[in-house]
């Protein structure tokens, strides 16, 4: 994919206490970008995460992630994560990311998360909200539904 297929993203300088003795971000905080970054996706829709799952009891599980590390990330490095999702399905939303050096075109890092709306008394999936997929589909240029 290129940038121009991202219509979010997050940016954010690279602390210290993110990087391995190697002097790169450590994996796992990748995985910590990406959630970060759906958070604020969904913010910036205008969807009220907290107050969604109090008044529903539902709440999304991830039930996939995957990274895949192209270029090393450093301390001090100021990057964007690029959000969007792909697809919507019945209870499932499946996230893209890609990591640029902030305002450049090369990749860093991609990935993918999917969630599963999910009812916290049972864990069995239930239904995405309507006024959810309605913001997404809003705002993505395209997404598969």
């Known amino acids: 994919m290129s940038r121009s297929q991202f219509n979010f993203f997050y940016s954010f300088r690279v602390r210290y206490s993110e990087v391995d003795a190697q002097e790169i971000v450590f994996n796992a905080h990748y995985l910590t970008y990406f959630d970060t970054g759906m958070t604020e996706y969904l913010r910036n829709l205008g969807y009220d995460y907290q107050k ?39 209870s499932s939303l499946t996230f893209l990311f890609e990591i640029h050096a902030q305002n450049k075109e090369y990749i860093l890092a991609t990935g993918e998360v999917i969630w599963v709306n999910a009812d916290q008394t049972t864990h069995k999936s239930a239904k995405l909200s309507k006024d959810l997929c309605k913001k997404i589909t809003k705002h993505e240029k395209e997404v598969v539904v």
């Open 52 to 90: 969604a799952v109090d008044e529903t009891n539902e709440d999304f599980h991830t039930v996939k992630t995957m990274v895949e590390y192209i270029k090393p990330i450093k301390f001090d490095q100021v990057i964007d994560v690029c959000i969007r999702v792909a697809r919507i399905g019945n």
